[in-house]
Structure formats: structure tokens, C-alpha cells
Nanobody
């Protein structure tokens, strides 16, 4: 059983930056593909980014490419997402998740473990 705890959310003005962290415990962190999803009020949960185990390949949804960067530190069992040039449309609850390798990392159903979420609010 893997436990995930996100931190780093908050209120920021448009154009600002935040760094989200997700600390994992209870499993072999380095074996999991790690992803970030978000859900805005009244909208469905959507994929934001992911980083695979092993070679650390990264993937991003088009709307955050060039602005967000996902990374992981296996020694600290932590995954990060640096978010720059934030826009009001980035406002959402952001969730960290862990997926079994080999699954389709673009969809939530592939992720077996989820954090509780952290709120990101970007004001215009």
C-alpha cells in the first residue's frame, strides 16, 4: 500500500510560479510511474503530467507544455511539479498518483494510489 501526500499548493497571481511536492511512503517508489492530475470545479479530472520509472521519461498535456516540469527524487521518495507562468485556467485541485508500470499513464484508471489533493488558485 502506497501513501501519497501532496503539498505546495496555494494562491498565486497569473504569471507566478508554484512547486508541488508529493511524498510517497509504504511502497517501492522507484518502481512506479508517477503522475499529476487536476480537477477544476464542475469539470472532469484531467491528466497533467507523468514521469516513468527507470529512465524518467516525462509526458505533459498540451496546455502545460513549456510551463510545467515534472521530476522525481527516488532517494527522497518524492515527485515534484514546477509550475511556471501560471494562468487562471490552471486553477484546480491537483492530485498526485502512482501507477503500475506498463499501464496507460494518460488515464486515471491506470493509477492505483492517489493523494488527497492540494488546491492551486491562480488569480487574474
Amino acid at each position: 500500500q502506497v501513501q501519497l501526500v501532496e503539498s505546495g499548493g496555494g494562491l498565486v497571481q497569473a504569471g507566478g510560479s508554484l512547486r508541488l511536492s508529493c511524498a510517497a511512503s509504504g511502497g517501492t517508489f522507484s518502481s512506479y510511474t508517477m503522475g499529476w492530475f487536476r480537477q477544476a470545479p464542475g469539470k472532469e479530472r484531467e491528466f497533467v503530467s507523468a514521469i516513468t520509472w527507470g529512465i524518467d521519461s516525462t509526458f505533459y498535456t498540451n496546455s502545460v507544455k513549456g510551463r510545467f516540469t515534472i521530476s522525481r527524487d527516488n532517494a527522497k521518495n518524492t515527485v515534484y511539479m514546477q509550475m511556471n507562468s501560471l494562468k487562471p485556467e490552471d486553477t484546480a485541485v491537483y492530485y498526485c498518483a502512482a501507477a503500475i508500470p506498463g499501464r496507460n499513464l494518460w488515464i486515471g484508471e491506470s493509477y492505483a494510489y492517489w493523494g488527497q489533493g492540494t488546491q492551486v488558485t491562480v488569480s487574474s
